[in-house]
Nanobody, 121 residues
């Protein structure tokens, strides 16, 4: 089970950090992906961090502004979002996939409930 949190309403240029907390004790065996869905749009890939935290990968739209980290001792992953833009407004979801990460949402087994991020101009 995943619980994502940390969303909110911010102005353009601000930062937010989202958290993804897992109840699963084998959290360290799962890669964590972050996805987002804006109104009227399909869910899209934001970034992932591999299960060993060695590799990360990001969508072109965020790769110079967002970072992902994880603390396996706390069973928690983080999405740090900097220099937010109005087009980043969406519901953000974290997801877990056993071992190898992926950019495809359909390959993830567990999902958080989502947290709303709204960026005003």
């Amino acid at each position: 089970q995943l619980e994502d949190s940390g969303g909110g309403l911010v102005q353009a240029g601000a930062s937010l950090r989202l958290s993804c907390a897992a109840s699963e004790r084998t959290f360290s065996s799962y890669s964590i992906g972050w996805f987002r869905q804006a109104p009227g749009k399909e869910r899209e890939f934001v970034g992932f961090i591999g299960w060993r935290a060695i590799n990360t990968n990001f969508a072109d739209s965020v790769k110079d502004r967002f970072t992902i980290s994880r603390d396996n001792d706390k069973n928690t992953a983080y999405l740090q979002m900097n220099r937010l833009k109005p087009e980043d407004t969406a519901i953000y979801y974290c997801a877990a996939k056993y071992y190898q990460p992926s950019r495809e949402p359909g390959e993830y087994e567990y999902w958080g409930q989502g947290t709303q991020v709204t960026v005003s101009s």
